[in-house]
């Protein structure tokens, strides 16, 4: 699986900006999509993922009611919208797929490693 992240840039605080990632190469396609962010001298974090199977959605606290993530199944992308932008959201977003939406579920436990990533976008936001 091949993914093309794209739509960084730069905001002032409270705007918004749309990440895009469009998946290729798979047929049957991965369990888990899904968004992470890491910035300066922090460990890369999820911020927002998809199960493919069952359209469900999770976010972490930090982003629950600013972000949203949606598909478009025919492009084969999954898209962040990004609204009311903080400084603190400055980082480099990543696109990542994994065959189990578990284990992306987990990423947080450090046991566990994306079976696919993206190149980063960098996403900076001034206050």
């Known amino acids: 699986v091949q993914l093309q992240a794209s739509g960084g840039g730069s905001v002032q605080a409270g705007g918004s900006l749309r990440l895009s990632c469009a998946a290729s190469g798979s047929s049957s396609g991965p369990d888990g999509i899904g968004w992470f962010r890491q910035a300066p001298g922090n460990e890369r974090e999820r911020v927002a993922c998809?199960?493919?199977?069952?359209?469900?959605?999770y976010y972490s606290d930090s982003v629950k009611g600013r972000f949203t993530l949606s598909s478009d199944n025919a492009k084969n992308t999954v898209y962040l919208q990004m609204n009311n932008l903080k400084p603190e959201d400055t980082a480099v977003y990543y696109c990542?797929?994994?065959?189990?939406?578990?284990?992306?579920?987990?990423?947080?436990?450090?046991?566990?490693?994306?079976?696919?990533w993206g190149k980063g976008t960098q996403v900076t936001v001034s206050s």
């Open positions: 990542a797929a994994d065959r189990t939406i578990a284990t992306m579920l987990r990423y947080h436990t450090g046991l566990y490693d994306m079976d696919y």
């Open positions: 998809f199960n493919t199977g069952n359209g469900r959605t």
